[in-house]
């Protein structure tokens, strides 16, 4: 299977502190995606890295991929609680042109 | 543009009935997928279409399940019989290019189905 796997599962922090999510997937990928989903709603895509990219920004997103190790992290910076909301990260493997999810990471930003 | 549009939002209805979950893409988006997230499983691919045509439906759970689309701008998801198992949040969502070339999907605000 090429689902990613997110970690930590759940996440709580103050607002106001960086929060860093994790992710590890099993095969060769095209690109890594990084999706938001607020309770209730459907998901969001935040930010895409390319197989060929180590580090990738968007305002007070960093996503790192490190392909030899087969993972990649979320950071936000100065968390907001507006920022609470699962984190999902989907891969694309390399022969496949579908994204596969991973089971993500609950993050609470406290006010 | 009006995002992905998603009917109905809610669907209670017993074991045994027949359940049609409607999606519109985002127009000029030429593929179109149907997602289901459960708390157990996490977000499964069911089924995406290319050009209204269905290219892969490996994730169909059951032939109790079956998608169409019949034109760019409408697709349904169809369960018959459901089962109380068949509960879950259905999300459609949209692309113009495939994940393994760059593409992004933009979801729908989703379906939750619970069977009784």
């Known amino acids: 299977s090429q689902q990613g796997e997110e970690d930590p599962q759940a996440l709580s922090i103050q607002e106001g502190e960086n929060a860093t999510m994790n992710c590890s997937y099993k095969?060769?990928?095209?690109?890594l995606q990084w999706y938001r989903q607020n309770s209730g709603r459907g998901l969001v895509h935040l930010i895409l890295i390319r197989s060929n990219e180590r580090e990738k920004h968007s305002g007070r997103l960093r996503v790192t991929l490190d392909t030899s190790k087969k993972s990649s992290s979320l950071l936000i910076t100065a968390s907001r609680a507006a920022d609470t909301a699962s984190y999902f990260c989907a891969n694309s493997g390399a022969g496949s042109y579908q994204l596969t999810f991973g089971k993500g990471t609950k993050l609470s930003v406290i006010p | 543009d009006a995002g992905v549009i998603q009917s109905p939002r809610h669907e209670v209805t017993e074991m045994g009935q027949e359940v049609t979950l409607r999606c519109k893409p985002i127009?000029?988006?030429?593929?179109l997928f149907w997602y289901r997230q459960t708390m157990m499983r996490g977000l499964e691919l069911l089924i995406y279409f290319n050009n209204n045509v269905p290219i892969d439906d490996s994730g169909m759970p059951e032939d109790r399940f079956s998608a169409k689309m019949p034109n760019a701008s409408f697709s349904t998801l169809k369960i018959q019989p459901s089962e109380p198992r068949d509960s879950a949040v259905y999300f459609c969502?949209?692309?113009?290019?495939?994940?393994?070339?760059?593409?992004?999907?933009?979801f729908g605000e989703g379906s939750r189905l619970t069977v009784l």
């Open positions: 969502a949209s692309s113009r290019r495939l994940a393994g070339v760059g593409g992004e999907l933009f």
């Open positions: 127009s000029g988006h030429d593929y």
């Open positions: 095969t060769s990928i095209n690109n």
